[in-house]
C-alpha cells in the first residue's frame, strides 16, 4: 500500500510535467486529453488497487474433497503470494497509463518490477525514469531506457512474469524471447476492432459516441474502433451524422488545441500510405471535417491536400468502398481513419467479424436486446462496450485483455492482481490418519474403495 501510494503521489505531482513531455514527445496533444488518458486513468487503477488489495490478498478457503475429510479435521486454502520481479514493456501511445496501470496490480500482488518504455517516446520515457527514480530504490522499480536491442535484451530476462503491450509481429519476438528461461507472458495486443451499428440505432448518438473513441489521441489507440459495419440503407446517413459529431467537436482541426498529432513522421507517412492505397484500388476518401468549415456534409479529398498538415495532424476520414485487399483493412489503422462496411444483414456483420482474427475489442451500437445478444453470443473478441467506445477499458473491475491474435491473458483490478501473483495452493491432513488404506500392503479396503470410484 505504501508502494501504491508513492506511485498515485508521483502522477498527481508531476501532471503538468507528464502533459508537457507528451505534447513534446507527439508534436502536439491535448492536454486535457493526456489529463484524462495519461495521468487520471493511471491514477484510478492504482486506487482501486488500494481500497481492495486486503481483501484480494486474504487467505481463500476451498472444499475438502471427499467431504468426509473436513468432519475429520482436514482443510484446503489458497494463499497468494507475490511472484517476485515482474517486467513490463510499455508502448508510446499512452507511455504513463499502459506503465503505471499496470502497476496498480504488480505492486498491489507484493512485486518489484522492471520498466522497459518505448523509445518513440524518449522525452516521456526519461521524465518516467526520473520520477520513479524520485520516490522508489532501484530494487522496488527500475526503469530501463534505449532503443529496440535493449528492448530486445530486457525481454530475455528471466522475470518471474513479463507483461507486453504493442504490435501483433513484435510480441512473437517476446514470446520467443521469453521462452528461453520459460517466464509466464501476458500480452496485450491490438486488431481491428470493429463498430456494429444495428438496425435501430440512433445513428446521431452512435456518430458522436464512435468519434470519440476515433479521435481520442487521435486513433493511436490498441481499443479504437477500426472499421464500422452499418446497414447497406443508412451508409450516407451514418457518414453525415459523423461528419456533424466530427464537426462539433474539432471545427478547425489543423489548429485545435484538443486534436492530437500522429506521433512521428513514420507512422504520419503509414497512414497517408493506406489512405493513397485505398484511393488506388477504388475506394473514397472523405474528410470529414471540410477545412471549408461551412460545408454542412463530408467531401471527397484528395489525400495530396492533407499531406503536408502542420504538426503530422490527419482530420478525422473515412474510407467508402473499402474491401480486404485494401492496406487499411488489412493493417490495424492506429489513426483516425474510419473505413465504413455496408452489411444487409446483422447475421452477414457477425460473418465478417468471424472471418477474420480476433479484435482486441468489439462496439455495438443499437437497442435491439436480441440483436444485441446476437452479437455477443456468436462473436469472440477480447472486450465488449455495447452504446459507446472504449469506456470497458475504464472500468476498474473488469479485466482487460485480448484473445488469439488480439493478445493472452489480463489485467485490471482483481484481475491484475490475481495475474501478478502465485495462487499456492494448501491442504492441511487431518489427525486421523485418512490415508492409511492408500499405503502399501493393499487389501480388501481399498478394493471396495475403488468400486465405489470406479462408476459413473
Same mark, same amino acid.
Not at 13 to 23: G, N, P, W, Y
Not at 158 to 172: E, I, Y
Not at 354 to 374: K, M, T
Not at 379 to 400: E, K, R, W
Given at each position: 500500500?505504501?508502494?501504491?501510494?508513492?506511485?498515485?503521489?508521483?502522477?498527481?505531482?508531476?501532471?503538468?510535467?507528464?502533459?508537457?513531455?507528451?505534447?513534446?514527445?507527439?508534436?502536439?496533444?491535448?492536454?486535457?486529453?493526456? %489529463?484524462?488518458? *495519461?495521468?487520471?486513468?493511471?491514477?484510478?487503477?492504482?486506487?482501486? /488497487? #488500494?481500497?481492495? +488489495? !486486503? &481483501?484480494?490478498?486474504?487467505?481463500?478457503?476451498?472444499?475438502?474433497?471427499?467431504?468426509?475429510?473436513?468432519?475429520?479435521?482436514?482443510?484446503?486454502?489458497?494463499?497468494?503470494?507475490?511472484?517476485?520481479?515482474?517486467?513490463?514493456?510499455?508502448?508510446?501511445?499512452?507511455?504513463?497509463?499502459?506503465?503505471?496501470?499496470?502497476?496498480?496490480?504488480?505492486?498491489?500482488?507484493?512485486?518489484?518490477?522492471?520498466?522497459?518504455?518505448?523509445?518513440?517516446?524518449?522525452?516521456?520515457?526519461?521524465?518516467?525514469?526520473?520520477?520513479?527514480?524520485?520516490?522508489?530504490?532501484?530494487?522496488?522499480?527500475?526503469?530501463?531506457?534505449?532503443?529496440?536491442?535493449?528492448?530486445?535484451?530486457?525481454?530475455? %530476462?528471466?522475470? *518471474?512474469?513479463?507483461?507486453?503491450?504493442?504490435?501483433?509481429?513484435? /510480441? #512473437?519476438?517476446? +514470446? !520467443? &524471447?521469453?521462452?528461453?528461461?520459460?517466464?509466464?507472458?501476458?500480452?496485450?495486443?491490438?486488431?481491428?476492432?470493429?463498430?456494429?451499428?444495428?438496425?435501430?440505432?440512433?445513428?446521431?448518438?452512435?456518430?458522436?459516441?464512435?468519434?470519440?473513441?476515433?479521435?481520442?489521441?487521435?486513433?493511436?489507440?490498441?481499443?479504437?474502433?477500426?472499421?464500422?459495419?452499418?446497414?447497406?440503407?443508412?451508409?450516407?446517413?451514418?457518414?453525415?451524422?459523423?461528419?456533424?459529431?466530427?464537426?462539433?467537436?474539432?471545427?478547425?482541426?489543423?489548429?485545435?488545441?484538443?486534436?492530437?498529432?500522429?506521433?512521428?513522421?513514420?507512422?504520419?507517412?503509414?497512414?497517408?500510405?493506406?489512405?493513397?492505397?485505398?484511393?488506388?484500388?477504388?475506394?473514397?476518401?472523405?474528410?470529414?471535417?471540410?477545412?471549408?468549415?461551412?460545408?454542412? +456534409?463530408?467531401?471527397?479529398?484528395?489525400?495530396?491536400?492533407?499531406?503536408?498538415?502542420?504538426?503530422?495532424?490527419?482530420?478525422?476520414?473515412?474510407?467508402?468502398?473499402?474491401?480486404?485487399?485494401?492496406?487499411?483493412?488489412?493493417?490495424?489503422?492506429?489513426?483516425?481513419?474510419?473505413?465504413?462496411?455496408?452489411?444487409?444483414?446483422?447475421?452477414?456483420?457477425?460473418?465478417?467479424?468471424?472471418?477474420?482474427?480476433?479484435?482486441?475489442?468489439?462496439?455495438?451500437?443499437?437497442?435491439?436486446?436480441?440483436?444485441?445478444?446476437?452479437?455477443?453470443?456468436?462473436?469472440?473478441?477480447?472486450?465488449?462496450?455495447?452504446?459507446?467506445?472504449?469506456?470497458?477499458?475504464?472500468?476498474?473491475?473488469?479485466?482487460?485483455?485480448?484473445?488469439?491474435?488480439?493478445?493472452?491473458?489480463?489485467?485490471?483490478?482483481?484481475?491484475?492482481?490475481?495475474?501478478?501473483?502465485?495462487?499456492?495452493?494448501?491442504?492441511?491432513?487431518?489427525?486421523?490418519?485418512?490415508?492409511?488404506?492408500?499405503?502399501?500392503?493393499?487389501?480388501?479396503?481399498?478394493?471396495?474403495?475403488?468400486?465405489?470410484?470406479?462408476?459413473?
Amino acid at each position: 500500500m505504501d508502494r501504491l501510494d508513492r506511485a498515485i503521489g508521483l502522477l498527481v505531482d508531476h501532471a503538468d510535467a507528464i502533459t508537457q513531455a507528451l505534447s513534446e514527445d507527439f508534436g502536439h496533444r491535448s492536454v486535457d486529453a493526456s %489529463l484524462f488518458t *495519461d495521468v487520471a486513468a493511471s491514477i484510478e487503477p492504482l486506487k482501486h /488497487a #488500494k481500497r481492495h +488489495v !486486503r &481483501a484480494w490478498m486474504r487467505r481463500e478457503r476451498r472444499a475438502v474433497s471427499p467431504a468426509p475429510l473436513a468432519l475429520l479435521g482436514a482443510r484446503a486454502w489458497v494463499d497468494y503470494l507475490p511472484k517476485g520481479t515482474v517486467g513490463v514493456i510499455s508502448p508510446w501511445n499512452f507511455p504513463f497509463n499502459l506503465t503505471f496501470a499496470p502497476l496498480a496490480g504488480v505492486l498491489a500482488a507484493g512485486n518489484r518490477a522492471m520498466l522497459k518504455p518505448s523509445e518513440l517516446t524518449p522525452r516521456c520515457s526519461a521524465l518516467m525514469q526520473q520520477m520513479i527514480g524520485t520516490a522508489f530504490a532501484d530494487t522496488e522499480i527500475a526503469v530501463v531506457t534505449g532503443g529496440p536491442d535493449v528492448g530486445e535484451a530486457f525481454s530475455r %530476462l528471466p522475470f *518471474d512474469h513479463l507483461l507486453f503491450t504493442g504490435a501483433t509481429s513484435v /510480441a #512473437k519476438h517476446i +514470446v !520467443r &524471447a521469453a521462452a528461453e528461461h520459460l517466464v509466464p507472458v501476458t500480452l496485450e495486443l491490438g486488431g481491428k476492432s470493429p463498430a456494429i451499428v444495428g438496425r435501430d440505432a440512433d445513428l446521431d448518438l452512435a456518430a458522436r459516441r464512435l468519434m470519440f473513441g476515433k479521435t481520442l489521441n487521435a486513433g493511436q489507440m490498441c481499443v479504437a474502433p477500426d472499421y464500422a459495419l452499418v446497414q447497406r440503407d443508412r451508409v450516407e446517413a451514418f457518414v453525415a451524422a459523423l461528419s456533424r459529431a466530427a464537426g462539433v467537436m474539432f471545427p478547425r482541426w489543423w489548429d485545435s488545441p484538443d486534436y492530437t498529432s500522429i506521433v512521428n513522421d513514420r507512422h504520419h507517412a503509414r497512414l497517408m500510405g493506406y489512405l493513397d492505397n485505398a484511393r488506388a484500388g477504388g475506394a473514397t476518401v472523405r474528410m470529414l471535417v471540410p477545412t471549408d468549415t461551412e460545408l454542412a +456534409v463530408p467531401v471527397d479529398v484528395d489525400v495530396s491536400a492533407v499531406a503536408a498538415s502542420a504538426d503530422r495532424r490527419i482530420p478525422p476520414m473515412v474510407v467508402l468502398n473499402a474491401n480486404d485487399t485494401m492496406d487499411v483493412m488489412r493493417d490495424e489503422i492506429f489513426g483516425p481513419i474510419l473505413p465504413i462496411l455496408p452489411y444487409d444483414g446483422i447475421d452477414d456483420a457477425i460473418a465478417y467479424v468471424n472471418r477474420h482474427e480476433r479484435p482486441l475489442s468489439l462496439y455495438y451500437f443499437g437497442n435491439d436486446v436480441a440483436e444485441q445478444e446476437r452479437v455477443l453470443s456468436r462473436t469472440v473478441v477480447g472486450g465488449v462496450t455495447i452504446n459507446d467506445t472504449v469506456m470497458h477499458l475504464a472500468m476498474d473491475d473488469l479485466p482487460f485483455g485480448g484473445i488469439g491474435a488480439s493478445g493472452s491473458g489480463a489485467y485490471h483490478g482483481k484481475t491484475g492482481f490475481l495475474t501478478f501473483s502465485h495462487a499456492r495452493p494448501v491442504y492441511s491432513q487431518a489427525r486421523f490418519d485418512v490415508t492409511a488404506m492408500l499405503r502399501p500392503p493393499y487389501g480388501s479396503t481399498i478394493k471396495r474403495l475403488m468400486r465405489l470410484k470406479l462408476r459413473r
